[in-house]
């Protein structure tokens, strides 16, 4: 069974940066298409960027040339590199699998944006 832990969450002010990891156990996840994905209270999880096995990158209009989302096969982590922080952003966020999240869901890691 693949277990997913996030980290690097944290409280930031607007316009400011953070960078997340999801690092995953017991699997390669060289083959796997990943993606980061968020949540608010009372609304659905939402993608916001995704990662191909190939390395192709995907985002959300939302997060477009703010969000990068990056891939380190042999450490079993994807990473997101967060700029520009708005206090829209503010969510926990989750890695999974993607089109469709196939593992468990981890804790996620809180990322909140106020001044």
């Known amino acids: 069974q693949v277990q997913l832990v996030e980290s690097g969450g944290g409280l930031v002010q607007p316009g400011g940066s953070l960078r997340l990891s999801c690092a995953a156990s017991g699997r390669t996840l060289s083959f796997n298409h990943m993606g980061w994905y968020r949540q608010v209270p009372g609304k659905e999880r939402e993608l916001v960027a995704a990662?191909?096995?190939?390395?192709?990158?995907y985002y959300a209009d939302s997060v477009k040339d703010r969000f990068t989302i990056s891939r380190n096969n042999a450490k079993k982590t994807i990473y997101l590199q967060m700029n520009s922080l708005k206090p829209e952003d503010t969510a926990v966020y989750y890695c999974n699998t993607r089109p469709q999240p196939m593992w468990a869901w981890g804790q996620g890691t809180q990322v909140t944006v106020s001044s």
């Open positions: 990662i191909l096995s190939n390395g192709i990158t």
